[in-house]
């Protein structure tokens, strides 16, 4: 429930985009092995509200490199941005700013300049068995598929309901438009009421209003995937800290 809720959400979000106060979190689109269908899913889903598919970037671990693809991105107006296939821990103090500051403070490349620019950009992540730092952990949502198959990729497509689920949402993006509105609009017509539930830090704005939706058209499963999100994705390392933190709590 709370993955699928995660992937409604990362639909949901450009639709609400201007409602939010401040920063909207990264969803990590996450499976056991590949050939599950993250990369799918993820631009099947950014595609009803682009109509083209997500533009992706590759991972890196250079902090600057960071820094210069988010300016170049908000300086061309991109609403979606996606970093495609990370295979190692995600701990990037950039990334961390770019996913919770609502205005990006950079200097322009090449140009002696200061640029302020409002951080409206939409993040996803895709990865086999995500690993993230613990400050980076608190700030995404964990969107988990498992096929409960070694080798996903050998699946019979024909067997699924649309056995071409680009060409069939491309067909009905009229209509999966209309229903995205219609659930907004539902929560508007109900009087915008608060989401009741636990809150995430850094985006309380936007937890109220997408908890809030799901609240009023009965979508389960909201932000209820947090701590094993913790618990799957934080590294060994992190572990460890805890791990003497407690012992040092017990034993001085």
């Known amino acids: 429930d709370a993955s699928r809720a995660n992937a409604l959400a990362y639909v949901i979000n450009p639709f609400i985009r201007e409602m939010v106060r401040g920063p909207i979190p990264p969803v990590a689109f996450d499976a056991p092995t590949e050939g599950t269908g993250k990369s799918l899913l993820q631009n099947t889903l ?3 509200f682009l109509g083209h598919d997500a533009p992706t970037m590759a991972d890196t671990e250079d902090d600057e490199e960071w820094r210069k693809r988010i300016t170049s991105k908000l300086l061309g107006g991109a609403t979606h941005a996606t970093i495609d296939n990370v295979r190692r821990e995600l701990d990037s103090g950039v990334l961390a700013n770019a996913w919770t500051q609502p205005i990006w403070d950079d200097r322009t490349l090449g ?3 200061d640029v302020k620019i409002p951080n409206r950009l939409i993040w996803a992540i895709t990865a086999n068995n995500i690993q993230l730092s613990r400050e980076n952990t608190r700030r995404v949502l964990w969107c988990r598929q498992d096929a409960n198959m070694e080798k996903p990729h050998l699946r019979d497509t024909q067997r699924y309901r649309h056995p071409d ?3 069939w949402v491309t067909d009905n993006r009229d209509d999966l438009v209309t229903a995205v509105i219609v659930l907004v609009r539902a929560w508007v017509q109900a009087g915008k009421p608060r989401f009741d539930g636990r809150a995430k ?3 309380e704005s936007w937890a109220y209003i997408m908890g809030g939706i799901f609240q009023v ?7 209820a ?4 999100l913790f618990a799957h994705a934080v590294t060994d390392a992190d572990d460890m800290g805890d791990f003497i933190d407690a012992w040092w709590d017990k034993y001085g």
């Not at 009965?218 to 932000?223: I, T």
Request: charged share 20%; no cysteine.
């Open 46 to 48: 950014a595609y009803i």
């Open 111 to 113: 140009v002696n300049r």
């Open 165 to 167: 689920l680009k060409a």
């Open 201 to 203: 830090g850094s985006y």
């Open 217 to 223: 058209v009965g979508v389960p499963g909201f932000l």
């Open 225 to 228: 995937n947090e701590d094993e």
